[in-house]
C-alpha cells in the first residue's frame, strides 16, 4: 500500500541521536507511514555504522556526499511516495500527535497546504516553544516555524524545493516557508506539541545565528523577496522602537502598512490565521 505520509530524516554525523528519531515515529498509525533517512555524508564512524545497521524492511536509507541540509531534504523529498512530507532533525523526536494531526487536517481540508504545532525543548533547555499562527508581518522578522511541520508534497513540488545556494545552512526553513506564504499557501497551527527539540552545544542553529545578516541579505535580495525588503526594514525598525517603553507608538499605522502591502502583493493569499482543530 502507497504511504500517506513520508518522514524524511536528515543526518549529518548525528548517529548517537538517531535511534532516538527513529523511535519516535509510530509506524502503528492507521495510514502507512514511509521513513527515509538521507546520510548528508556522514564521516563519523559510530554514525556510519548505526546507518549500516538500520532495518531495510522499516527504513529507506539514502547516501549522499555531503552536499548540505536543503540538497538532503530535496532529495529525500524527491525519492518519497507518500503525499504528506513530515520533516525531522535526526536529534529530534515526533509526538505521536504529529502524523494523526498532518493526515487528519491535510485530508479533511484541501485548501490547507501547511499543519505545523508547537515544540518542547529538551536537552540544555527546557519549556515550550510556542509558534502561534502564521503571519506574514512576523515572518518578515524571523522564521516562526520550524522546519518540522507537515505539508503536501505538491506544496515543495509547486515552490521548487529548498534553497540548496543558502550561504549557510539552517535558514532554509525560513525561505520555503516564505516561498510558501507568497505562493498563497495555507497554513493551519493547532495549538499542541507536535515534536520535541533537542537544545544542544554545536548545533547547527549556533553556527547559523552568528552569520544570521547574511543569510538574511541573502534571502531579501532574492527577485520574489524584493518587495518584501522595505516592508522588514521599517517593521523591525517599529519593534525596536517599541522595546523603548517611551517610543511605544505605530503598531496601529505598520499593521495598517502590513496589510496594505499585502493586499497589493498577495491578492489571493489563503487565510493563515489559527483555526480550531478538527
Given amino acids: 500500500m502507497q504511504p500517506h505520509v513520508s518522514v524524511i530524516i536528515t543526518c549529518f554525523n548525528l548517529g548517537a541521536y538517531l535511534h532516538e528519531a527513529l523511535g519516535s515515529i509510530g509506524l502503528d498509525v492507521h495510514v502507512p507511514v514511509e521513513v527515509i533517512v538521507v546520510d548528508d555524508g556522514s564521516t563519523d564512524p559510530a554514525t556510519i555504522q548505526i546507518l549500516d545497521s538500520m532495518d531495510p524492511q522499516r527504513f529507506t536509507l539514502l547516501r549522499q556526499r555531503n552536499m548540505g541540509l536543503a540538497a538532503a531534504r530535496n532529495n529525500g523529498i524527491k525519492a518519497a511516495q507518500g503525499k504528506y512530507i513530515i520533516p525531522l532533525d535526526a536529534d529530534n523526536r515526533l509526538r505521536p500527535a504529529m502524523i494523526s494531526q498532518v493526515v487528519s487536517v491535510l ?157 497589493r502583493i498577495l491578492p489571493t493569499q489563503s487565510k493563515v490565521a489559527h483555526r480550531p482543530k478538527p
Fill in 107 to 263: 485530508a479533511a481540508r484541501p485548501e490547507v497546504d501547511i499543519v505545523f504545532g508547537d515544540a518542547q525543548y529538551f536537552g540544555e533547555r527546557e519549556g515550550r516553544f510556542r509558534m502561534g499562527p502564521a503571519d506574514l508581518s512576523a515572518m518578515l522578522e524571523r522564521n516562526r516555524i520550524d522546519a518540522c511541520a507537515g505539508f503536501r508534497k505538491g506544496l515543495w513540488e509547486r515552490v521548487g524545493g529548498y534553497d540548496e545556494q543558502m550561504p549557510v545552512m539552517g535558514y532554509e526553513d525560513w525561505e520555503f516557508w516564505l516561498r510558501s506564504l507568497i505562493s498563497h499557501a495555507d497554513f493551519h497551527y493547532t495549538d499542541e506539541v507536535l515534536f520535541d527539540y533537542r537544545v544542544r552545544e554545536g548545533s547547527m542553529l549556533s553556527n547559523t545565528i552568528k552569520h544570521r545578516e547574511v543569510i538574511v541579505e541573502y534571502i531579501f535580495n532574492k527577485p520574489e523577496f524584493r518587495h518584501l525588503r522595505e516592508l522588514r526594514r521599517a517593521y523591525v525598525s517599529m519593534l525596536e522602537r517599541e522595546r523603548n517603553p517611551r517610543t511605544q507608538t505605530g503598531r496601529e499605522l505598520m499593521n495598517l502598512l502590513v496589510e496594505r502591502i499585502k493586499e
